[in-house]
């Protein structure tokens, strides 16, 4: 038995919102910065906000993948500035600052729940380290995940459930139960 100072290891997936021309090179980038995708989500069109389209444009994807490798939970924070760089080199440079094209929400799977990271601090989300948080966003509860109160819209989709049940399907698989 695991103890406390050892938390099984999870499944490391990121969220990826861009037009549907970049979702390629997006998987393509994460791939090379965090081994192959086993798993991956059927992109579908991002209608839940407008917050996205000031800095990245209208019609906009959300897709889920997952690498194939297990990842330590406490990862969370490297992983995140990960795909900060990651976004940064998909970036159109400008004036001031470059323009985003690429929006990467990495998170971990484990089969009680989703924890994303994020950068910004809110009532429910947990500091981690380096600057991040831990934000839970679904748990596990008879027979699937279950949303919080404050889970986005596009993580309580048809798609989005049934990439983490899969996802989860194969975690429990390699650790055979």
Known sequence: MKGADDPRKARLFIAILAPESLLGEAEASLSRTFGPVDLKAR?????????YRAEMGSHLFRCFVAAATLVPQGALPEIKHRTIRIERELSIPGER???RRVNLDPGYLTPAKIVLASTKDYAHRVYLDQGIFGDLHLTYQHGTYQPLPWTYPDYRTEEALAFFMELRRLLMAAEGR
């Open 43 to 51: 992109p579908f069109p991002f209608t839940c906000t407008e917050y």
């Open 97 to 99: 600052a470059a323009r």
